[in-house]
């Protein structure tokens, strides 16, 4: 069996001329399901790490160095505005007050101790 390597993972591929068709598309077909499925988890892992960082920067520009934040509701109501007339949807404030809640360090670190 011949592999076709990645980083993380290989996809196997028998190595025969005369393959039977139900066979071949089968072993196409497998192929083109692992490279989906391993695709979805790459792209969701990036865009968790993205949503992560976009809660970060919220929670940075807000405290701006202080322990509590002053304009929150105003950062985030013009960001959300901006961010969807440029990238769509899924950008609405209650979205990126989510993950603004997803980085903040405190809540984080009580709901992993508490569970």
Same mark, same amino acid.
């Given at each position: 069996?011949?592999?076709? $390597?990645?980083?993380?993972?290989?996809?196997?591929?028998?190595?025969? $001329?005369?393959?039977?068709?139900?066979?071949?598309? $089968?072993?196409?077909?497998?192929?083109?399901?692992?490279?989906?499925?391993?695709?979805?988890?790459?792209?969701?892992?990036?865009?968790?790490?993205?949503?992560?960082?976009?809660?970060?920067?919220?929670?940075?520009?807000?405290?701006?160095?202080?322990?509590?934040?002053?304009?929150?509701?105003?950062?985030?109501?013009?960001?959300?505005?901006?961010?969807?007339?440029?990238?769509?949807?899924?950008?609405?404030?209650?979205?990126?007050?989510?993950?603004?809640?997803?980085?903040?360090?405190?809540?984080?670190?009580?709901?992993?101790?508490?569970?």
């Amino acid at each position: 069996m011949k592999k076709i $390597s990645n980083k993380t993972k290989s996809l196997a591929v028998k190595e025969d $001329s005369h393959i039977p068709k139900r066979e071949f598309y $089968s072993q196409v077909q497998e192929i083109l399901s692992q490279a989906r499925s391993r695709a979805y988890r790459s792209v969701n892992f990036i865009m968790v790490e993205a949503y992560w960082n976009v809660g970060r920067l919220i929670v940075e520009e807000e405290q701006k160095g202080r322990r509590r934040a002053g304009y929150g509701k105003n950062l985030v109501k013009s960001l959300a505005d901006r961010l969807t007339s440029e990238f769509g949807k899924g950008f609405t404030q209650t979205n990126l007050w989510y993950m603004r809640q997803f980085f903040w360090p405190s809540q984080f670190s009580t709901h992993c101790v508490e569970n």
